[in-house]
């Protein structure tokens, strides 16, 4: 599934991200208030106008507050980072803003493609190179939190121990990280003490404020009107602001730089709601900015997939699953049984062609998941589960750079595709991984079935008809939050599940 970038944003037109309106320290607080909120409303309104009839415009954010906190951390911040989901990368990365920030600010900013333990060496490689050469004045590196060798999709539902607790000290591109930072400070700001803290998480001096009014004081450009010559590294200060949108592993990546956890994880989109200024040292702070959509336009399904639609918001999520089961091969990934099987007594599933419909069913049937009051399988929560499991990585889809098909052997043999393998390799084996086989990401427990509350044993088989309307209701009462809003779709079936496109 090869897309650029240019098919997602429109750099230049009305999906343009809105910027600050010009004030100065005369106005008053109510002044600029309402200038705010004139050319917000204007901004919103344009693009409404413009896409009125299309149904790939991004779910962006709508709040004017959440913007304004990305423009005090733009005014506050000397370099940042934006932090991006390497699985789709397309879909988190917004022109507009690199071009506002190193053109019209004059910084320096780094792209971080985080979750490098969800795509093979290869395509991250590619990745890397394509930003490299499409924003010649972006600083690209790789990052894991949890780092380790990218498996084959068909290997992420092995049966794994799940990991406790996150190791952040044994991360990947936290290193990486000081050295552009060092390099683009040219001695101007004392970086010892960070790179003395780097790896071994001492927080000892660590403070967090999440007030912006106090963050933000003599922080700002003595001229506002002009970021472009606005002082950098004042007294000695470094200032990294931290941008990105949700789901992407923004508040992870902090956590790798600093060793251990010291902002909270949530999987909830919005889950920051003002940014917070945190100091890895003395004279070094990050500015963390609540994650925000940008304005763009990309097929709903990819939304829904990249985490950028609250999936709890998605009211027919077994069409989701279809697009997802066309790309990766689900009925394998899955061991499941088409639910016509026992119906028609064959054995074999070869005969049975598959639909959404059919896939969900079974997946419900396999996790126990019935309605409370007729005992039937749970399609709805089963496609809503499969696309949250999707979402933490459980389930591999990745996007590839124009023309990476192609040349995927070549980008197999580059030096810096070994390296980067016998790299994650290494930290593999430092987390507990280096067993010799592929291991699956450890963001929560892998679906091991000998472990499940769920009444289902390893091979799909039903619970007892008593036990699935109570086990279905207690779980979604704990786990789930989205039961209205049903919508049954008509089957779609295909035959064959291929992942290469």
């Known amino acids: 599934m090869e897309m650029s970038l240019q098919e997602i944003y429109q750099p230049g037109t009305e999906l343009d991200f809105p910027k600050r309106p010009s004030w100065s320290f005369a106005m008053s607080k109510e002044e600029l208030d309402a200038k705010e909120q004139r050319y917000f409303k204007n901004y919103v309104e344009n693009i409404f106008k413009a896409h009125a009839d299309s149904e790939d415009l991004s779910y962006f954010e709508l709040n004017l507050e959440t913007w304004r906190q990305l423009w005090r951390v733009i005014e506050m911040s000397d370099i940042f980072l934006v932090i991006v989901d390497l699985r789709f990368p397309v879909l988190h990365f917004p022109p507009t803003l690199y071009k506002y920030i190193t053109e019209e600010t004059n910084k320096s900013m780094m792209l971080v493609l985080n979750k490098i333990d969800f795509v093979p060496a290869p395509l991250a490689i590619a990745w890397k190179k394509y930003f490299e050469i499409t924003y010649p004045s972006l600083k690209v590196i790789l990052f894991g939190s949890a780092p380790r060798a990218a498996v084959d999709v068909r290997e992420t539902f092995k049966k794994k121990k799940p990991v406790k ?116 040292a003395p004279n070094v702070r990050l500015c963390d900015c609540p994650g925000l959509v940008f304005p763009a336009t990309a097929p709903k399904v990819l939304q829904i997939l990249g985490g950028i ?146 009444s289902v044993d390893g091979e799909g088989q039903q619970a007892p008809a008593g036990e699935r309307g109570r086990s279905s209701s207690e779980e979604s009462a704990k786990d789930e939050d989205e039961d209205a809003g049903r919508l049954v779709m008509g089957s779609n079936p295909f035959a064959l599940l291929d992942e290469s496109n």
């Open 165 to 280: 607790q996150k190791n952040y000290q044994i991360c990947f591109g936290a290193e990486q990280i000081f050295d552009v930072c060092k390099s683009l400070t040219e001695g101007k700001v004392n970086l010892a003490e960070w790179k003395e803290r780097l790896g071994r998480g001492d927080v000892s001096g660590v403070k967090i404020d999440p007030t912006t009014s106090k963050a933000a004081e003599g922080s700002l450009p003595a001229n506002p009107t002009s970021l472009k010559n606005a002082e950098k590294f004042k007294d000695g200060m470094l200032t990294i602001g931290c941008i990105g949108e949700p789901n992407v592993g923004k508040s992870s990546v902090i956590n790798a730089l600093f060793g251990r956890k010291v902002v909270s994880v949530s999987k909830t989109p919005g889950h920051t709601k003002h940014f917070q200024t945190i100091f890895l």
């Open 309 to 454: 639609y609250p999936i709890s918001q998605v009211s027919d999520p077994v069409s989701v699953v279809g697009y997802l089961a066309a790309r990766v091969p689900l009925i394998e990934l899955l061991k499941i049984k088409h639910p016509r099987l026992e119906e028609s007594g064959q054995s074999k599933t070869e005969t049975l062609q598959w639909s959404a419909m059919d896939i969900c069913e079974a997946w419900a049937i396999k996790r126990s998941f019935y309605t409370a009051k007729a005992a039937r399988p749970d399609v709805y929560r089963a496609a809503n589960h499969l696309l949250r499991v999707t979402l933490e990585g459980k389930i591999c889809l990745r996007m590839y750079p124009p023309g990476y098909t192609d040349s995927k052997a070549e980008y197999a043999r580059l030096p810096e595709t070994l390296a980067l393998q016998k790299q994650l390799l290494g930290l593999e084996a430092l987390l507990g991984g280096g067993d010799g086989e592929a291991t699956a990401p450890n963001e929560g427990e892998i679906f091991d079935d000998s472990d499940d509350d769920d």
